[in-house]
């Protein structure tokens, strides 16, 4: 077992599969309780944490209650995404021809590498060298800024939060707010250093002059690639969700536009986008409706006087495929991206981003993360749960999300990838528990044991849990032993 | 058996009550009552939500007036450079040169739905403005949403790359809801005429250094609403 020295994960671990058709992990198993005891120890992160979620989540709680209809809301979207997913094919393919129809080009992709090549291929094919990329997790996922970079292609984040993840060369740590785990502070000296600006901890200063330096980049790429919040089967339409602009002018600046997006974001059309829009944004931050809906029906049209003159979608696998033949955890593919579970998870909240060692934190990395990678790569996400449950109730489209924990759980438990030494504990556990005789003579023996290994909070000492934790120790007489001398003293009194 | 004959009772009382005296005026049928939106409305719904997001408001009676709160605004921010989008399907006015009595004293340069300028020079032009005036495919109430066609005037950059994004549209262009706007309801914004349709709502913002909201990241830093009562078709 590999213990991660540094909690700031450094690259988004994925399988490939190699010449023979055989998986291949391409990194070590992520250690979360070594992960979150480094987080935990960080004061700073805690403190970035806990101001920013708790913002977060007041801002959603505040606005979702003006919806007297959200339950309702909820119960449609989740019906509506378990349809789209139960009838996948049917959807993709009228989205595939309804946009090929309308100009738009369809790049499908099985896996990270795939997608990675397709998009390498095209833009050298249209002799790119600069790339403005907004905001998009599939990216992250599929690895694209290494591929490209490797390939002499410069990809260059543009989502003010992206952009500094990317000059401080960091991952993402949150789904939509990319540096919550980063103070302003940080964020001023990161800016200062990596751009040879002034050092100053105004937020609307720093802004101003990432909008300065990344105006010029846009204006010379020669080609934008961005994420995709949903594809509208009936129209081959595409969704693109936004607050700051950056999007807008990936997709409408350069001459080539490269949507990347994967196969399950369908929805049957738009007459469905606006409550998953509404869902979306109220959950993701809070917001009534984001500042920028773009809906993309095709390259720039005869007599429009911009826009790009190709568009490019490639639809990415990647192991959707895969949990779509799993019926248990299909549910995670209604998921919709917003990081409302994130915002609310008490495990989360604590640990960050970095600490799950995965693409996807949060509730739904746990239980994207093993299903979609590596199910003993990221084999203790599961239990980053406190399963309180909180996830699920905040799930705009209703994914048990902590359901699917404890599924995962069991799993683990029924495959070998359980630890040696917890199956020898339970198997002696219950063979003691089964032996009554056996169970008392050990329990007179702890009891006059405990003196010895008394921890300092006055429970038992366990190494390893006790650092953290009370564990509570035996009382001077056991439930059974109080119940019969109970009885001898008040054999008289009938009940 | 006593309720029973209390239902007779009270029932025949009713009756003679009303077959006694003389009958009051009434209609014979009553269909069910429907609330009827008004755009008065919808106009102060799309004001109170402009408010929350940060977009200026203007309400006037006519096309004329609303010009000339826009030129207000233009003397008190002392713009050197305006792009004035031509909106030939909800401006009461269309051609260039009627602008001139209204923007004679400021530097400002009109384009038209139909011109063609090369891409680099016509980003060019448009980074050198400072306000882009520009009309809209529709208004949402609900959520202070504005909807851009790109195959307009001002396209895909226009509202953009400005710092400074004004509107001027008129109040029948405001819908309800975002619902309003898609086939379901019936109000059809050709999506196949357009490359893309925007739905902007507010200047561009972020949350990202610590959640403290900044107005004004890659798009405008200002959007404004002037809007006109009057029926641009009856002008």
New interface residues.
């Given amino acids: 077992m590999n213990i991660t020295e540094n909690p700031l994960w450094t690259g988004p671990p994925f399988q490939r599969k190699n010449d023979q058709g055989k998986v291949e992990l391409m990194k070590e198993r992520v250690n979360f309780s070594r992960n979150a005891e480094i987080s935990l120890k960080n004061k700073n992160l805690q403190r970035n944490l806990d101001y920013s979620l708790t913002l977060s989540n007041k801002k959603r709680n505040e606005l979702v209650e003006t919806f007297p209809e959200w339950e309702e809301m909820r119960s449609h979207a989740a019906q509506l995404r378990t349809h789209v997913v139960e009838n996948l094919e049917k959807y993709l393919r009228e989205f595939s021809d309804n946009a090929t129809q309308k100009g738009l080009q369809i790049l499908w992709a099985k896996d990270a590498t795939r997608a990675c090549e397709l998009i390498a291929g095209t833009l050298r094919e249209h002799h790119v060298s600069r790339v403005v990329k907004s905001k998009s997790m599939l990216t992250e996922e599929i690895d694209l800024n290494n591929y490209l970079s490797k390939q002499g292609i410069t990809p260059i984040e543009t989502d003010l939060g992206e952009y500094i993840a990317q000059i401080a060369s960091q991952k993402p740590s949150h789904i939509t707010a990319p540096i919550s785990h980063l103070s302003r502070q940080e964020v001023a000296s990161i800016m200062s250093e990596n751009l040879g600006i002034r050092y100053t901890e105004d937020p609307a200063e720093l802004t101003s002059a990432a909008r300065r330096i990344l105006r010029s980049s846009f204006l010379s790429a020669e080609a934008g690639i961005s994420g995709t919040n949903f594809g509208l089967a009936r129209e081959g339409s595409l969704v693109v969700v936004e607050n700051e602009g950056n999007a807008r002018l990936s997709i409408s600046l350069p001459p080539i536009h490269i949507a990347v997006m994967g196969i399950e974001r369908v929805l049957p059309g738009l007459a469905d986008l606006p409550l998953l829009l509404t869902l979306l944004t109220v959950s993701a931050t809070g917001q009534r409706i984001s500042n920028y809906v773009s809906i993309i029906n095709s390259p720039s049209k005869q007599g429009e006087p911009d826009g790009p003159e190709k568009v490019f979608i490639v639809l990415v696998d990647n192991g959707r495929t895969e949990i779509l033949r799993n019926v248990k955890y299909r549910p995670i593919l209604n998921c919709i991206r917003c990081g409302a579970c994130l915002n609310i998870c008490p495990v989360y909240r604590k640990v960050g981003g970095h600490a799950y060692g995965s693409v996807y934190p949060g509730p739904l990395g746990a239980v994207l993360s093993p299903v979609l990678f590596s199910r003993t790569q990221y084999r203790d996400l599961p239990y980053a749960s406190t399963l309180c449950g909180a996830c699920t109730e905040v799930c705009p489209v209703k994914i048990p999300l902590h359901h699917l924990l404890l599924d995962l759980r069991a799993d683990n438990v029924q495959s070998s990838a359980r630890p040696t030494v917890e199956r020898i504990m339970f198997s002696i556990f219950g063979l003691i528990c089964s032996r009554p005789r056996l169970y008392r003579g050990l329990e007179k023996i702890i009891r006059c044991l405990q003196p010895l290994i008394r921890s300092r909070d006055g429970g038992l000492f366990i190494p390893g849990w006790s650092k953290t934790r009370y564990f509570p120790g035996l009382a001077p007489q056991s439930f059974h032993a109080q119940w019969q001398s109970e009885k001898m003293e008040n054999n008289d009194i009938s009940l | 058996m006593t309720s029973h004959s209390d239902k007779e009772l009270i029932l025949t009382h009713i009756h003679e009550a009303l077959t006694s005296n003389v009958k009051k005026e009434c209609p014979a049928n009553i269909v069910p009552f429907s609330r009827t939106v008004t755009v008065q409305y919808l106009t102060d719904c799309l004001a109170t939500?402009c408010s929350?997001l940060k977009t200026h408001f203007t309400l006037s009676v006519t096309f004329a007036e609303t010009i000339q709160a826009v030129v207000e605004e233009l003397r008190r921010i002392a713009a050197p450079s305006i792009g004035i989008f031509l909106d030939h399907n909800h401006w009461p006015i269309r051609a260039e040169s009627d602008f001139r009595t209204f923007f004679n004293e400021f530097e400002y340069s009109c384009?038209h739905?139909?011109?063609?300028?090369e891409?680099t020079q016509?980003?060019e032009s448009l980074?050198r403005l400072d306000v882009a005036i520009t009309g809209v495919e529709a208004l949402i109430a609900?959520?202070?949403?504005v909807v851009l066609g790109?195959?307009r005037?001002?396209?895909?950059?226009?509202s953009?790359?400005v710092p400074r994004h004004w509107i001027i549209a008129s109040e029948t262009q405001i819908v309800a809801?975002?619902?309003d706007i898609?086939?379901?309801k019936g109000f059809q914004i050709d999506?196949?005429?357009?490359?893309?349709?925007?739905?902007?709502?507010?200047?561009?913002?972020?949350?990202?250094?610590?959640?403290?909201i900044?107005i004004?990241?890659?798009?405008?830093l200002e959007v404004r609403i002037f809007l006109f009562q009057s029926n641009p078709t009856a002008h």
């Fill in positions: 939500q929350l384009f739905p139909e011109e063609t300028l891409k016509r980003t980074s609900e959520t202070g949403t790109a195959n005037a001002d396209g895909r950059l226009g953009l790359l809801t975002l619902e898609f086939p379901a999506l196949d005429k357009n490359s893309c349709l925007t739905l902007v709502s507010g200047p561009s913002r972020t949350a990202d250094i610590e959640k403290q900044v004004g990241v890659h798009g405008p």
